[in-house]
């Protein structure tokens, strides 16, 4: 009986530790994904700004695709 207890200790530590690495990468992953994100709108507002009316040419950068952007809520001037 001991022996069983023993096994399903060492058993169930692993499983802890394998859950601490992963909630820590999980940690990482998502700071990485608002910093990814953080700068995608960057370059929405970024591009909006570039190719509004007295933004610049429009056909700066024509080989860039622009990335399609969520609209701002209380925008209503967007196409």
């Known amino acids: 009986m001991e ?6 200790y060492l058993e169930n530590r692993c499983i802890m530790e394998e859950n601490e690495r992963l909630r820590e ?3 990482v992953l998502r700071r990485e994904n608002q910093i990814l994100l953080s700068q995608l709108q960057h370059t929405c507002r970024f591009n909006s700004e570039k190719t509004s009316p007295g ?19 209380g925008r ?3 196409p």
Not at 55 to 73: K, V
């Open 3 to 8: 022996a069983v207890n023993m096994k399903l």
């Open 25 to 27: 990468k999980a940690s």
């Open 55 to 73: 933004g610049g040419r429009a056909d700066e950068y024509p080989a860039i695709p622009r990335p399609r952007c969520r609209r701002q809520r």
């Open 76 to 78: 209503s001037d967007d």
